[in-house]
């Protein structure tokens, strides 16, 4: 499981350093303070009355932050990660010697750490419970289901997940006898690639909602009409039940391969019209046909392989295990731990802030679209609506949203709208002024 052990001393090491990673951690801490402070400043200006529930909220997640930079330095700076990994042999030596081989030693290894991860986030949990409790609407948190933490984990936390799966798939090749060469690196790579492009689409998402038919009516008639006039593979309309984060999400495409059936959250069909429910579907048809959702997919892929390009650099580089505390020993688990102690999180950050500069203003695209199809007032209406309800649990500010959520807020593609709303009005304007000038010539 180590790491091709060589006499020739390590190559110099510039990059992932302990300096670097203390560093890169205070940054994104910094940037994570200052996307907070501008939130809590909009909120502030636009409802002094819940600025004291937005100031505890935001107050907490700075904490969690803070916690997290400062565990950060800590395991760096002492080397825990060595230390434990010393202790795990120890402890095999001592009441395990019969599974002393370099598997069991990293499954142990694994094991400790995913207890103390557990331990960990049980406390902020309750932690948590307790002083929001208050200020938001904190339901009692039910017996985890597997499927339902795929899916969590998936969604919310991609990075920890692809390392986790990247320890499974190192300790699976060690099980079958293979030595890990470079070629198995590749191998890896798709491995974790093709689990997010079929699982997560064809299992995850429909295992976490309740789906029925959608039924006859002027709404399905319009999505049909819609679906024929641009060519649309339509195969099922489903009307879902469950979670829902925001109105915005309340239609889309799923299926796989091809995203061809249509769902409708129950949500939307109490808020919204059918006129409305059309529009936002035909910004949704707009993303199907220029194919902006490919290219996202795409950008989301390029940047994941970027990602696990940093995980190879790490922990393959003598000189980065011996600066992080280990001596004469390179093991591949304790290594991509800590790179996800250490550098996970930076990286993370700066991968996430490529992929959402790279496709923040392909949202207003399917938008144009949309109108430009006629469905310009009803969007606006729909879009309208969802603002108020955004108001209500507090105004996103425009950077904090790409940092986060990688699209533009609602505010902002409502002003786009209206930007397109004068440009086709002035253009009417001019069309009617000419055609008097022609009568009157």
């Known amino acids: 499981m180590d790491l091709q052990k060589s006499s020739t001393a390590p190559e110099p090491n510039y990059i ?4 670097v990673a203390i560093y890169s951690a ?3 801490h910094l940037l994570e303070c200052f996307l907070t402070w501008r939130q809590l400043r909009l909120q502030r200006a636009i409802d002094p009355v819940t600025d004291a ?6 107050s907490w997640r700075l904490t969690k932050s803070w916690w997290l930079y400062i565990a950060t330095v800590l395991v760096i700076t002492f080397d825990a990660i060595p230390w434990l990994w010393r202790l795990v042999q120890a402890y095999q030596t001592a009441y395990l010697p019969s599974l002393g081989s370099e598997f069991w030693r990293s499954s142990l ?3 400790a750490c995913g207890l103390m991860y557990m331990v960990v986030g049980t406390l902020v949990s309750v932690v948590e419970l307790r002083l929001l409790k208050d200020s938001i609407n904190v339901e009692p948190t039910p017996i985890p289901r597997w499927d339902k933490v795929l899916y969590d984990i998936t969604k919310g936390k991609p990075v920890p997940a692809m390392i986790l799966c990247l320890c499974f798939d190192v300790l699976l090749l060690k099980a079958c006898g293979l030595k890990l060469q470079g070629h ?5 790579l798709l491995v974790q690639i093709s689990s997010i492009i079929i699982l997560y689409p064809i299992y995850l998402q429909y295992r976490t909602h309740r789906s029925s038919p959608l ?3 002027a709404l399905k008639d319009g999505i049909l009409e819609a679906a024929t006039e641009i060519n649309f593979p339509l195969k099922r309309i489903d009307v879902v039940a469950g979670p829902l984060e925001s109105l915005d999400q309340g239609v889309q495409f799923l299926g796989w391969p091809r995203k061809t059936n249509i769902v409708i959250h129950e949500a939307m069909l109490d808020r919204f019209n059918a006129q409305e429910i059309l529009s936002l579907l035909a910004s949704r048809f707009g993303e199907w046909k220029l194919r902006v959702s490919l290219a996202i997919y795409m950008l989301s892929m390029l940047f994941f392989v970027n990602m696990f390009t940093y995980i190879l650099l790490f922990i393959k580089q003598r000189a980065v295990y011996e600066d992080f505390g280990f001596v004469d020993e390179y093991p591949l688990i304790p290594g991509l731990i800590l790179f996800a102690v250490a550098f996970a999180r930076p990286c993370s950050s700066y991968v996430r802030i490529q992929r959402n500069l790279a496709t923040y203003r392909m949202f207003f695209i399917s938008d144009k679209h949309a109108a430009d199809n006629g469905h310009l007032t009803e969007l606006q209406a729909a879009l309208g609506k969802i603002a108020k309800a955004q108001q209500e649990a507090g105004e996103i500010d425009w950077m904090f949203s790409m940092y ?3 699209e533009p807020t609602i505010s902002e593609r409502l002003a786009r709208l209206e930007k397109i709303a004068s440009e086709k009005a002035g253009k009417e304007d001019f069309l009617v002024e000419k055609k008097e000038k022609a009568i009157m010539a």
């Not at 992932?16 to 300096?19: E, R, Y």
């Not at 529930?53 to 935001?58: E, F, L, N, V, W």
């Open 53 to 58: 529930a937005a100031r505890k909220t935001h």
């Open 184 to 188: 198995h690196f590749l191998v890896l």
């Open 109 to 111: 290894f694994l094991m």
């Open 404 to 406: 986060y959520n990688g």
């Open 215 to 217: 039924g006859s009516g």
């Open 26 to 28: 205070l940054v994104v």
């Open 16 to 19: 992932f350093t302990k300096s």
